[in-house]
Each structure stands twice: as structure tokens, then as C-alpha cells.
């Protein structure tokens, strides 16, 4: 693992954000793996990475992104082509990871770099979202675990949905049962259904049958060597490794990948290790910025300032839909909290008003509870005058 520098480093050219580091590795994605051994093989100390958990603050709606003074650039490619452009001048320091290539092999390199985000992505993918043991056990609890609140809710699942038709398309969603498990209210449910098992093991024999044929292709290119090209790594090594190490490395319940890997391709797990080695043996390592603190303002969905219309239109289905739920949740909230406001106010309207009248009435009942005392005092005294009169008119007759 890529450890927290204890000093400053004299000049931090560029800031990396990158989703957050787990189980002794930069991070939990594999391009900002790669991107941060990218930049440490190139530009060493001379960055620092800052661990983020919303994509939304990138310009693509994903990590990873550099910034470097007033530029922002994202996904690995551009990374990588403008750290190669600051190469170019010796005053920054930087080196071209494949400046030793020829074109041929560069030409190679690109094509083969596609080739393992496309293939050995899927893998990686299909490990993390598709199997739902893995996911519920490890990666929603662990992607829960870096986000505030509410975003620990639904985030792990809208990425989920994200990558869902990606892994259809490539034959790896194997989620054939885990939606008939879930009831009403989303909870999962266990049942054990016959049909369900055997529907998992064909499923795992053919996934293992795709990894093979996939990790096949990279062994033979390696052909026993140390890197793809020489003695020392490229850009091909450090996209390869950052995938495999992340199906090396989690402590997944099913470990189908590293058991096809320690088994049967050894090569390419001592490949991702080399990698790993000679980056950790950097001697000036990048600084880690501290987290940024969740407010309550963090919550509000904000847009970057001036959207290009360009963008907005390319944006897929899925991000414009989680768009609208995001506002809708934000106006349903906001709702909630002023309706519960305008009743409680009512409420306390009310009874103030109905206690004034009772205090009038009391008031009311108690003069008249006085006035009839004093007239029943008045009716008994002029009753003892009469019986008085009475008594004497007798006394006088006799």
C-alpha cells in the first residue's frame, strides 16, 4: 500500500482525486489504482491525492480527475497524456513512462491498455456487483461505510444498476435469483430453490470459463518476462495490475477470480506484485489531503457552473433518471418538513384560541357563582325578618 508521506513535498504539481483506499490498496477502483501509480512512477512526490466519494464534483461524472493549477482533467487516458505533455519540459520533473517504446509498441500499448479496462474491467466488475453474496457482504457495506448520509442509502446500488447492463452484455450478471429475493420493502430473502443452484453453478462454470480465456491472453503476452516490454513498467503494466490486484487483494466470501489466478496463472499475480513492488519502493510517496467534512450543504445537489449543453445531452439514461429522483427526494424532504411546520402551527393556533373563551366563561361562572351566593344570603335573611314577624303577630294574639 501507497502509505502517507511524513514530510511536504518541496512541490505539489497536481491533485488526484480518487475514490477511497481499502484493504492496503490506493483505492477501490481499479483506473485510480492505476492513475496513482501512474503518477508516482512519473511525477514522484510531486502530487497528492485526495480521497473523494462524489463523482458529481468531476467534470465526467467520474473518478478519477487531476487538477493541476486552472486545468481539471479526467479519465486515465487524459491523465496520462497530460502528464506525458509536462514530460516535455524539464523544468517539471516528470518522465514518460513509455518514452522507450517504439511506435509499434505504442501502438500496442494503447490497444492492449483498452483491451484489459474492457475485458479484465468486466471481471473486476462481475466480482464487486455481480455476485450478490459479494456485493451485500463486501461491497455495500464497505461503499456504506465512506459516504454520509443519505448517500450510503442509494449509491451502492444506483453504481450497481450502473454497471448491470455492461455485465449483461458481456455474459457475467448472474443475478438470476437475488430480485425474487428481495420483498416489498427491499429486504433479502433466502429461499432455496433447486433450480437456483444448479442455475449458479452453470453460471460459474461459463464465468470461469470467460476468465480463463481472458487471463490466457495476458499470460501468453508476458511470455515469463518481469513487464510487458522490458525491465522496466508501463502503461500496460499499470493497467493490468491495478485490475488484478483488486481481484487479488479484497477479502471477497466468493473468491472464484484469485483462486483461478493462484492456480492457474501464477505469472500474472507475480506480474501485479512486481508492479506493486516498484512502486512502493519509491522513496518520496505522495501525501494523502484529509477527508473533506460532510455539512448538511454537501446534501444539496449543486450544478457545475455553466454546464455545456453538449454534455447535458450526452448524458445516458440512468444519469438523467437518478438526476430526477435526487431533486424529487430533495422536494419530497423539503415538503415533508414544511407541511409538518404549517400543521404544527395550526395546532398551537388553535389552542391558544381555545383558551381564551374558557377563561371568559370561568370568569362568567364565577361572578354568577358570586351573585347567587349573595342572593340566597338576601332570600334567607328576609326568611328569618318573616319568621320573626311571624313569631311576634302569635305572641300578640295570645
Same mark, same amino acid.
Given at each position: 500500500m501507497m502509505s502517507t508521506a511524513a514530510t511536504q513535498p518541496t512541490s505539489v504539481l497536481c491533485t488526484l482525486h480518487i475514490w477511497p483506499s481499502r484493504w492496503n490498496l490506493p483505492s477501490i477502483d481499479p483506473t485510480c489504482i492505476a492513475a496513482v501509480f501512474y503518477l508516482q512512477l512519473t511525477i514522484p512526490g510531486k502530487f497528492e491525492v485526495v480521497e473523494c466519494t462524489n463523482p458529481d464534483v468531476s467534470p465526467s461524472g467520474r473518478l478519477p480527475f487531476l487538477t493541476h493549477g486552472h486545468a481539471t482533467v479526467s479519465s486515465v487516458p487524459a491523465i496520462i497524456s497530460f502528464v506525458s505533455s509536462l514530460a516535455k519540459s524539464t523544468s517539471s520533473g516528470a518522465r514518460d513512462l513509455d518514452a522507450s517504446l517504439s511506435a509499434l509498441q505504442r501502438a500496442k500499448r494503447t490497444a492492449w491498455c483498452s483491451h484489459v479496462e474492457a475485458n479484465i474491467g468486466d471481471l473486476v466488475a462481475y466480482s464487486f456487483y455481480s455476485v450478490d453474496d459479494n456485493f451485500w457482504k463486501l461491497t455495500n457495506p464497505i461503499m456504506a461505510s465512506m459516504l454520509p448520509i443519505p448517500q450510503r442509502y442509494y449509491v451502492p446500488g444506483r453504481i450497481r444498476e450502473m454497471y448491470r447492463p455492461r455485465l449483461e452484455a458481456a455474459g457475467l450478471w448472474t443475478q438470476t435469483a437475488s430480485e425474487s429475493e428481495k420483498d416489498s420493502f427491499g429486504k433479502r430473502q433466502k429461499k432455496d430453490d433447486p433450480k437456483d443452484n444448479y442455475a449458479r453453478a452453470f453460471e460459474r462454470d461459463k464465468v470461469s470459463a470467460l476468465a480463463k480465456a481472458s487471463f490466457a491472453l495476458y499470460a501468453k503476452l508476458l511470455n515469463g518476462q518481469k513487464f510487458f516490454f522490458g525491465e522496466r513498467p508501463t502503461t500496460l503494466d499499470v493497467c493490468l495490475a491495478s485490475h488484478i490486484l483488486l481481484l487479488l487483494d479484497p477479502p471477497f466470501p466468493d473468491h472464484l477470480m484469485r483462486c483461478i489466478l493462484e492456480d492457474s496463472y501464477p505469472t500474472l499475480t507475480e506480474h501485479a506484485r512486481n508492479v506493486q513492488t516498484e512502486v512502493s519502493q519509491i522513496p518520496r510517496q505522495y501525501l494523502v489531503a484529509p477527508a473533506q467534512k460532510q455539512s448538511l450543504l454537501s446534501l444539496i445537489p449543486r450544478p457545475l457552473t455553466n454546464p455545456p449543453k453538449a454534455e447535458e445531452s450526452r448524458m445516458d439514461e440512468a444519469d438523467l433518471r437518478f438526476r430526477r429522483m435526487r431533486w424529487m427526494? $430533495?422536494?419530497? /424532504? $423539503?415538503?415533508?418538513? /414544511?407541511?409538518? #411546520? /404549517?400543521?404544527?402551527?395550526?395546532?398551537?393556533? #388553535? #389552542? +391558544? /384560541?381555545? *383558551?381564551?373563551?374558557? *377563561?371568559? &366563561?370561568? !370568569?362568567?361562572? +364565577? &361572578? $354568577?357563582?358570586? !351573585? @347567587?351566593?349573595?342572593?340566597?344570603? +338576601?332570600?334567607?335573611?328576609? +326568611? =328569618? @325578618?318573616? @319568621? =320573626?314577624?311571624?313569631?311576634? #303577630? &302569635?305572641?300578640g294574639d295570645e
Open positions: 427526494w $430533495f422536494a419530497l /424532504a $423539503f415538503g415533508g418538513v /414544511a407541511c409538518y #411546520v /404549517a400543521q404544527l402551527w395550526i395546532k398551537v393556533t #388553535v #389552542v +391558544e /384560541a381555545n *383558551r381564551r373563551p374558557r *377563561r371568559v &366563561q370561568r !370568569h362568567g361562572a +364565577e &361572578q $354568577f357563582k358570586e !351573585h @347567587e351566593v349573595k342572593v340566597t344570603d +338576601e332570600e334567607e335573611g328576609k +326568611e =328569618d @325578618e318573616n @319568621e =320573626d314577624e311571624d313569631a311576634s #303577630v &302569635q305572641d
